[in-house]
């Protein structure tokens, strides 16, 4: 993953700097035009429509040079800023996850249920760092769908533990998500056709959205269309993972409503 240029970004950052001067100028001027036409109006017995029409389309042309000059540009510089932050931060955890052993199978990667109950930490989301926590070391990481957010496995067990990665919510969809009915319980990630290692990573999904619902504060990676062959495993106080023939087919994850404003 290459690093976007840096001085591109910078023109860009430069490009959006919010200007004063423009729109002080304009509403000085804009004022001073109002003035002139009241005094035109009240020395010509005008008809005193053509003052409010007059007045009406000043205050557009002031609103206006604030917007264009000030409010928009300062909008835009803030998310140029955001998403040079989350590039940085993508590439980082995209390099941390290819310093051990990174494979993307060809073949499907299975999971085994599992009755006993997972129990995993519960799972939220760190605006600052764009990163689900709490963070987990691990041995084994699936990770799933365009981000480098994933579950944690252990590495004797192969059970699932944890869920976190970072994942840029700049890039999450906005949709409504249902969480599934589920039963209690864990997966455990079935090996066959890989060597076990130590700091394995196994990307799957990826061409996997993520969803989230604002006003439930639930999300979603992955395939949300539900099926009577649907197999929904709660693995602990706020994840669910729905598999389909033993693959994981969506990850659903209660998060607080209203994370961030987009």
Known sequence: ????????????IKKHKPNLLTPIINTILGIAFIVLMIRVTIYNDIN?????????LMLIFIGGSWYTSF?????????????????????????????????????????????????????SYDLEKREFIPKIEYQIFVNLGTTC????????????????????????????????????GNIKLNMDGFNKVKKLTLKIMNQADTYYDKKSGNLAIGDMKKTSLDENIQIGDNIIVSL?????KCIYIKLQENLFDK
């Open 71 to 123: 409010f928009f540009k300062k909008k835009n510089r803030e998310l140029t800023k955001d998403f040079e932050k989350e590039t940085k931060l993508l590439f980082d955890a995209v390099y941390e996850l290819k310093k051990g052993t990174y494979i993307e199978p060809k073949n499907p990667v299975k999971f085994d249920i599992i009755n006993e109950y997972g129990d995993i930490q519960k799972v």
């Open 244 to 248: 389909y023939d033993n693959e994981i």
């Open 149 to 184: 957010a994933g579950l944690v496995v252990d590495y004797t067990t192969l059970e699932i533990i944890g869920f976190h990665g970072m994942s840029p919510y700049s890039i999450w969809m906005k949709k409504r998500v249902v969480m599934p009915d589920a039963s209690k």
């Open 48 to 56: 005193p429509i053509y003052l409010v029409l007059v007045i009406l």
């Open 1 to 12: 993953m290459e690093r976007p240029d840096k001085e591109y970004l910078e023109k860009d």
